[in-house]
């Protein structure tokens, strides 16, 4: 039997990597409404990249590739400088309000390791044991942090480059979710990506200008999101300490009934699933016909209530239950005035869809419940397009009261990490487009997760971890349905 992931990895080199000494002055970051909401969610969000990288060893890598990465990232670190910081604690608060503080001399960790497992298996849309991309990201731990602690505080952001020598590389990231939603995080990840590649190709001149590189720069204005960290946060921030949230998600019951998590003694498997964009059109059209009147769903909607649907059919749909839908949407564009698509941190709203389990699974029809879970979610998301940032800020109170009572009723919670609209595949360090990309954290968070198709644009791709005997049906759903539409 091959060595698992985890047992083959071993660690090449460690480095503390700040941006350039006297590139980035003393700065404080205020946290946004937007901000703390994630105070309340410890789990960092994990990403993996993984490049098609023939010919080299890890040696070799390590003198050529790996210095590259390092000083490439300082220049981006002195650009996009809050991930460079941490976070502490506003004086005299006591809702345990934080604030990012960066220091001259702050840094993140930068790791090197070699693994010998196979690659092409890895990078494969099979099932595969959930633990072995797990060790090609930075431990959570590194980023774990608690206002009692007598420690300085973590890092908000850990890097790890695994070399599996002749067949690829990967880049994995842990990121405290305070510092940056998926658009921000992705902005970063292609910066850094661009600067690497002009110092690769310059290799007399390896420290290029960020400026003359990076086309579109961060935009770090906190006013720019409204009064959200004036009256609204406190507000927020009173509520859940009443609601007692955080305990809620730390637990992680918050995706699944307590009895429902008991999988010690089921395998546990990562999966991706594949939705051409033949099939999404198909989606999309069948809705249309059955949602007489109504405009046509979105790429986002089709797949995410078929999604839904499919995995209430895999798990077991309960009579008496209401399965709950919670995703996040992009408030850019959905305040007033619109925020800077450049806007670095979290300009992120939550909302949620209900419906009952059993209409879920459609009993006698085949498309019932489709079209009962693409109303639901139609129907979340036009509460957050309501116009400015009242509508968000009530909503994303209202899901948090409605997580916490749906967690306490033992009724299930499906949520969804990530966005096709990220362009992930566009991350490229001159290795080409990443062969694969997958949302590592939600192993520990249950949800499933979104991007665009690598191979075909209009396509989506689903990231799953489950038992793998609820994969295998899940499976089995997903792709009996796409047959007889």
């Given at each position: 039997m091959a060595p698992s992931t985890m047992d083959a990895v071993k660690v090449v080199e460690q480095r503390r990597v700040s941006p350039p000494p006297g590139s980035v002055p003393p700065s404080t970051l205020t946290l946004t409404f937007f901000d703390v909401i994630w105070l309340q969610v410890p789990a960092p969000v994990q990403r993996l990249f993984f490049y098609d990288f023939s010919g080299t060893s890890t040696e070799d890598f390590r003198r050529s590739e790996f210095p590259l990465l390092a000083r490439s990232l300082s220049l981006a670190l002195s650009v996009f400088y809050p991930l460079a910081g941490r976070l502490v604690p506003v004086p005299g608060s006591d809702l345990g309000d934080l604030f990012i503080r960066y220091s001259d001399g702050d840094s993140v960790p930068l790791t090197l390791a070699e693994s010998n497992a196979d690659y092409h298996r890895l990078v494969g849309n099979q099932a595969k044991d959930a633990s072995e991309s797990r060790c090609l990201v930075p431990d959570p731990l590194l980023l774990s942090y608690s206002s009692t602690e007598k420690k300085p505080p973590p890092p908000l952001v850990a890097f790890q480059v695994t070399v599996f020598p002749g067949s690829g590389v990967s880049v994995g990231f842990a990121m405290n979710h305070v510092a940056a939603d998926g658009s921000s995080s992705t902005h970063f990840m292609?910066?850094?990506?661009?600067?690497?590649?002009?110092?690769?190709?310059?290799?007399?001149?390896?420290?290029?200008?960020?400026?003359?590189?990076?086309?579109?720069?961060?935009?770090?204005?906190?006013?720019?999101?409204?009064?959200?960290?004036?009256?609204?946060?406190?507000?927020?921030?009173?509520?859940?300490?009443?609601?007692?949230?955080?305990?809620?998600?730390?637990?992680?019951?918050?995706?699944?009934?307590?009895?429902?998590?008991?999988?010690?003694?089921?395998?546990?498997?990562?999966?991706?699933?594949?939705?051409?964009?033949?099939?999404?059109?198909?989606?999309?059209?069948?809705?249309?016909?059955?949602?007489?009147?109504?405009?046509?769903?979105?790429?986002?909607?089709?797949?995410?209530?078929?999604?839904?649907?499919?995995?209430?059919?895999?798990?077991?749909?309960?009579?008496?239950?209401?399965?709950?839908?919670?995703?996040?949407?992009?408030?850019?564009?959905?305040?007033?005035?619109?925020?800077?698509?450049?806007?670095?941190?979290?300009?992120?709203?939550?909302?949620?869809?209900?419906?009952?389990?059993?209409?879920?699974?459609?009993?006698?029809?085949?498309?019932?419940?489709?079209?009962?879970?693409?109303?639901?979610?139609?129907?979340?998301?036009?509460?957050?397009?309501?116009?400015?940032?009242?509508?968000?800020?009530?909503?994303?109170?209202?899901?948090?009261?409605?997580?916490?009572?749906?967690?306490?009723?033992?009724?299930?919670?499906?949520?969804?990490?990530?966005?096709?609209?990220?362009?992930?595949?566009?991350?490229?360090?001159?290795?080409?487009?990443?062969?694969?990309v997958e949302m590592v954290s939600i192993e520990s968070t249950s949800a499933i997760s979104l991007a665009e198709s690598r191979d075909e644009e209009g396509g989506v791709e689903i990231g799953m971890v489950g038992p793998e005997d609820e994969m295998v049906r899940f499976a089995s759903f997903f792709q009996e349905a796409l047959k007889s539409l």
């Open positions: 292609k910066s850094w990506a661009a600067i690497f590649c002009r110092s690769a190709a310059a290799a007399a001149d390896p420290d290029p200008d960020p400026s003359a590189v990076i086309t579109k720069f961060p935009v770090f204005d906190r006013r720019l999101v409204g009064d959200l960290h004036g009256r609204v946060k406190p507000e927020y921030l009173e509520d859940m300490k009443e609601l007692r949230v955080a305990e809620s998600i730390a637990d992680l019951t918050l995706t699944r009934p307590p009895k429902e998590k008991e999988t010690e003694l089921r395998r546990v498997v990562r999966c991706t699933f594949v939705l051409t964009r033949s099939h999404v059109e198909r989606l999309r059209e069948h809705l249309t016909l059955e949602l007489v009147g109504r405009p046509r769903p979105s790429t986002f909607v089709a797949t995410c209530a078929y999604t839904w649907v499919c995995l209430t059919k895999a798990r077991g749909a309960n009579e008496g239950r209401v399965g709950h839908f919670c995703f996040a949407a992009d408030c850019r564009t959905r305040l007033d005035p619109p925020v800077p698509d450049a806007y670095f941190g979290n300009c992120i709203g939550g909302t949620s869809a209900s419906v009952g389990e059993s209409e879920l699974s459609g009993g006698e029809s085949k498309w019932k419940g489709l079209v009962s879970a693409a109303e639901a979610i139609r129907e979340a998301i036009r509460r957050l397009e309501e116009g400015g940032p009242g509508p968000v800020v009530e909503e994303v109170k209202a899901l948090m009261r409605r997580a916490v009572a749906a967690v306490r009723a033992r009724e299930r919670l499906l949520s969804v990490a990530g966005s096709p609209r990220l362009c992930v595949y566009g991350v490229d360090f001159g290795w080409g487009r990443p062969r694969k």
